[in-house]
Structures are given as structure tokens and as C-alpha cells.
């Protein structure tokens, strides 16, 4: 696991780009931006210069002559002749060369300012405000300084600037679509190809439908390797969470919604997909919040400490050194244990597009962890101490044969090779219980009751303790491995009789109720605490009072019980107390009949 402390360090240090950035509209950081500027440079001054240069040169007499015929006719006292009075000498003075080409070329280009800057609904409209704005304000000119601004060549770069540049942009949007789908074409598919794929509709063609074509195909195949990659989130049985680059949730798959919003825990999938809309739009570092890390440390891991967790560690100095994992365990719901691990989602640039946080359960790990400890434990004391025991006393008949007689020795030798053999036995038995493959088969529970109290009576006569078997004979059938099923009720029986005082009484009661197939045993022995009943399924687990037997064996006979009863589908429940005996009563589902 990742060292939470070094994660608290590096997302400290790590350095945020606090620059402010420009627009986009002035950065122009992709080729088809650059190019698209360049081409309205182009076009800007190749319009702007030829409206000049009309202008200048007082081209387009004809049109001129007719909208200096229409805007004389306006005035309220226009001149009996028109074409006389334009000119030296007359009521109306020429603007003159220079005028008129600044008359014309400052329209347009304002107009291909604005048609860099707008949408082109916007454009257009400022395009017709343009061409209106020329004329009114030629004859504003006209009626209130007597100066005629000849606005045909104006007109005409307005009337051209919008189609040409639209034109222009049309045919790059075309190619820069057509490259695109080519390079789409091109790479890796998650997914077989249709018959055509997008890059044979576009073969030899540069058409507008056909790019279409490809557009349509390359959308279908978009929406196919996204339904992939969602199916694959989906299948994932551990919690996963698509996070954008700044730590807002994209998308979470049904393990994550019914782990990280508690309503959704115990639904069906309906809930969990309903669940999962709602954690959209949220922050990952507010929804594991709750899921504090296993390291001592009470403050919920930061957004920043989630990223640092996809940077490889740094290798140590040492070859061959184990290297720690990139992952921070976390106290989950219910007591279990998340692994939390962050790997990032490269985009076509290369840096991560978002990040893919994932919470896995190792809660079976971290136990079967446990019960490896156990069992190094049982094997390096348990099983070792009656071997240890049989060679000190191997040792001391060969260095005192007087005082350790062979016959003395024998039978103790003997005394530690059962006590060996009665914890691999029971060690065996719950590694059979819990791996190997049931035999079931339909049989009496009653019948199998009958068997264990017989291969019990002979202990419970040693200590005069009285076997009560009540069973009316009416047959109570079960689906049951018999030799296991026959054994758990051995190990009951056996520890009744072991931890009861002589003399005593110890009842089996075995029939049908509430639809389930019952066995009840209730001594009068020494009973447990509540704090020993917490812990007596568990393994390894081994109890004893002051005044009771020492407890033998490897703790390993209630942990067999347990799992026998649950793997036949049923269940056990103790009742006791200190001085008052105790109850175990099995629950088992009957057999079809």
C-alpha cells in the first residue's frame, strides 16, 4: 500500500497552473485555427483593398449614377437637375478619390472582423445591418453635408464578404471532417467493422453527402465503443468511478452507486443505475469522504492524494527491492477493507483526459490473510509442541532410564501422538468442510441423530452424564452430506459432554417446525459469557473458566459446525450463560418430497 503520509507530501508540492489563460478565440493553437485565420487575412484584405481601389478608382459609374438618382430624390429639396448639381460648381460636392475608397473599404472590413468573431446566423445579420448602415449613411452624408459617398463598390464587398468567407469556411470544415473521419478510419477499433466502413465512403469523393456518409458511420461506431466501454465499466465487480480532469464524476458503474450512496446498497439494479445518475456531477473526494483510510490518519483522502496514487513510486536505491503497491486501503461500509487505486485516461495529446478511480473489496484477502496467521500459528505451536514434548522425554529416559521408566514413557509418548493426531484430524476436517465437494443425498436427520449420540455414549458414561434422545421416529428428511452432517453433531454433543459437570443431563430433541427440520441440544454445563459467544464460530477460538476443564484440541470443532451447517443452507443459534448450560439449535431445510 501507498504511504499515506508521502501522498499528503507530494500532493502538497504538487504545482497548479494558477496562469490565467486567453480565450479561446485568440489562442489559434490548432493547426485548422491557424490555418483558418491565415485564410481570413487572405480574404479580409483582398476584399477590403478591391472595395478600396473601386472606390478609389470610381468604378461602378452606373450603379453609382442610380443610387445618386434614388438618394437626390429623397431630399426634401432635391435639385431640378441631379447630374449638374454633383460636381464643381454645384449644390453637391464629390467626396473625392481618397474618400471614396475609404467609404468602401472600411465596411468590409468590418464586416470580416465581425464574421471572424460571430456565429454565422450572427454574421449574416451583421452582414444585412452593414449593407443597410452603408446606404443610410451615404445619403445621411448627402442630405446634411452635401458630400456624395459613392456606396456601390461597398455594397458589392459587403454582398461578397459573407458567401465567399462562409464558402471558405464550408470547404475547410469539409476537409477537417474528412481528415478526421479518415483518422478515425485509420486507428484501432474496438469493435469489428461494418461492410463500409467511414473511410471507403469517403474514398474518391469530395462531396458533401458522402462525408455525410462517413460522418454517420463514424458516429455509429463513436456510440458502439462507448457502449463498450461502458458495458466493460459495468462488468467490472470491483467499485468503479470515471473522474474529468478536474475531480467532478463523469460516470460510475452499479458497484460504485450501490457502495458510495447507501439506498442503493441492498437494490436491484434499477435503484443502483437511478443511484448512479444522482453521483454524476459530484465530487470523487466528497463521495469516499466517509471511506477513511486504515493508516491512523483521520483526515479523508484529498482529491490531489487520488492522482498522486496513478504516479508510479520511486524505485529504491536496492534491486530487486519489493516495491509497494499504488493503492491506499480504506475502512469500508460494514467493517470490510476498499483498496483505492487512481489510473489515469490518456487523450490523443497524450495527457490524461480524466482518471479512473476504482475501489476494490479485499475484505476476503485481508481474511483469508488472517486465517493463514492462524494457521502458521496452529502449525508452529500446536502441532509442534506435543513433538517437542515427546523428544524432551526421549532425552530424559536416556540420561535417567531409572527415573523415567520405559512403561512411563511409552504411555506418555503416546498421550502427545493422540493429542497430535486430534488436531490435524480437526484441522482436516474444516479444510474438507470448507473446499471439497458435498456428497448430498436424502436422509433421516433423526436417524443421523440416533448415530452421534451412540458414538458419543461412551465418554458420557465415563462422567455418568445421561443422553436423552427425543425423537418420535416419525422421519424428519433432510438433503445432507451424512458423514459431515453426523460429525457436526459429534463435535456438539463432545463439547457438551466435555464442559458439563457429572451427573448431569444432556437432551437431543430432533422434529419438524415452522417448515424447518430442527435439532436441539441443551445441556447443564458450565455455559459462556456473552463475550465468548461472540467469538465461538471463529478459528482457533478456545474458552475456559475458572473451575471448568481446560480446554483442548485446536479451536477448530464450533468453526466446523458453522460452516457444515451453512454450506446444507441452513443455520445455528446458541443460547447461553455463565452457570446455566447452553442451547445450540440447528436449522436445516427439509427435503423435497
Not at 214 to 243: H, I, K, N, T, W
Not at 266 to 293: C, E, K, Q, T
Not at 404 to 429: C, G, W
Not at 544 to 557: D, I, M, N, Y
Amino acid at each position: 500500500m501507498r504511504s499515506l503520509r508521502g501522498l499528503r507530501a507530494k500532493s502538497a508540492t504538487r504545482p497548479h497552473n494558477s496562469r490565467m489563460q486567453p480565450p479561446p478565440l485568440f489562442r489559434f493553437r490548432r493547426p485548422a485555427e491557424r490555418a483558418a485565420l491565415r485564410e481570413w487575412w487572405v480574404l479580409a484584405l483582398l476584399l477590403t483593398l478591391a472595395s478600396g481601389l473601386l472606390g478609389y478608382a470610381g468604378g461602378l459609374d452606373r450603379a453609382n449614377q442610380a443610387l445618386y438618382a434614388a438618394a437626390v430624390s429623397l431630399m426634401p429639396h432635391a435639385p431640378a437637375d441631379a447630374p449638374a448639381a454633383l460636381g464643381p460648381g454645384g449644390a453637391i460636392a464629390d467626396a473625392g478619390s481618397l474618400g471614396n475608397a475609404a467609404f468602401s473599404a472600411l465596411p468590409v472590413l468590418a464586416l470580416m472582423a465581425a464574421l471572424l468573431l460571430l456565429s454565422p446566423r450572427r454574421g449574416l445579420l451583421c452582414s444585412g445591418a452593414l449593407l443597410l448602415a452603408t446606404l443610410g449613411a451615404s445619403l445621411l452624408l448627402l442630405r446634411f453635408t452635401g458630400l456624395w459617398f459613392a456606396p456601390a463598390a461597398a455594397l458589392i464587398g459587403l454582398i461578397l464578404a459573407y458567401p465567399l468567407w462562409r464558402w471558405r469556411r464550408l470547404e475547410a470544415t469539409l476537409q477537417t471532417l474528412g481528415d478526421e473521419i479518415l483518422r478515425g478510419d485509420a486507428g484501432p477499433h474496438l469493435l469489428p467493422d461494418a461492410p463500409e466502413s467511414a473511410g471507403a465512403a469517403l474514398a474518391g469523393a469530395d462531396l458533401v453527402e458522402p462525408r455525410i456518409l462517413g460522418l454517420e458511420a463514424a458516429g455509429e461506431r463513436l456510440r458502439d465503443a462507448r457502449r463498450q466501454v461502458s458495458d466493460a465499466l459495468e462488468s467490472r465487480p470491483d467499485a468503479a468511478v470515471v473522474v474529468g480532469r478536474d475531480g467532478v464524476v463523469l460516470h460510475v458503474n452499479g458497484a460504485a452507486a450501490r457502495l458510495l450512496a447507501p439506498p442503493a446498497r441492498s437494490a436491484g439494479n434499477d435503484v443502483a443505475a437511478v443511484a448512479a445518475a444522482g453521483l454524476r456531477g459530484a465530487r470523487v473526494a466528497d463521495l469516499i469522504a466517509a471511506l477513511l483510510p486504515k493508516t491512523g490518519d483521520p483526515r479523508p483522502l484529498t482529491w490531489e492524494q487520488l492522482q498522486a496514487l496513478a504516479t508510479p513510486p520511486a524505485a529504491s536505491g536496492a534491486a530487486g527491492a519489493e516495491q509497494p503497491s499504488a493503492g491506499v486501503e480504506l475502512a469500508g461500509p460494514e467493517g470490510s477493507s476498499l483498496l483505492a487505486r487512481c489510473a489515469p485516461c490518456g487523450g490523443a495529446d497524450g495527457a490524461p483526459a480524466g482518471w479512473i478511480v476504482s475501489l476494490t473489496d479485499i475484505t476476503p484477502l485481508r481474511q483469508a490473510e488472517r486465517s493463514r496467521d492462524e494457521v502458521l500459528t496452529f502449525l508452529s505451536h500446536d502441532l509442534r509442541s506435543p513433538q517437542s514434548s515427546i523428544l524432551a522425554l526421549l532425552e530424559l529416559h536416556e540420561l535417567d532410564p531409572a527415573d523415567n521408566p520405559k512403561e512411563d514413557v511409552h504411555l506418555r509418548i503416546a498421550q502427545y501422538a493422540r493429542r497430535t493426531l486430534e488436531l490435524s484430524e480437526q484441522f482436516l476436517q474444516l479444510a474438507r468442510a470448507e473446499t471439497r465437494a458435498y456428497a448430498f443425498d436424502t436422509v433421516d436427520l433423526g436417524v443421523i441423530a440416533e448415530e452421534a449420540v451412540e458414538e458419543t455414549w461412551a465418554a458420557a458414561e465415563q462422567k455418568r452424564i445421561t443422553l436423552q434422545l427425543r425423537f418420535d421416529g416419525e422421519p424428519v428428511p433432510v438433503r445432507a452430506d451424512p458423514a459431515l452432517l453426523r460429525r457436526a453433531l459429534i463435535n456438539l454433543l463432545g463439547n457438551a459432554v466435555k464442559y458439563s459437570p457429572e451427573g448431569t443431563v444432556t437432551t437431543i430433541r430432533v422434529d419438524s417446525r415452522d417448515g424447518w427440520s430442527e435439532c436441539e441440544i441443551v445441556d447443564q454445563g458450565n455455559g459462556m459469557s456473552a463475550d465468548n459467544l461472540n467469538h465461538l464460530f471463529e478459528r482457533f477460538r478456545r474458552f475456559s473458566r475458572p473451575g471448568q476443564p481446560k480446554a483442548q484440541g485446536a479451536g477448530l470443532g464450533m468453526a466446523f459446525v458453522k460452516t457444515v451447517v451453512e454450506k446444507h443452507g441452513g443455520s445455528i443459534q446458541v443460547e447461553s450463560a455463565p452457570g446455566q448450560g447452553s442451547r445450540f439449535l440447528l436449522r436445516l431445510p427439509p427435503a423435497a418430497t
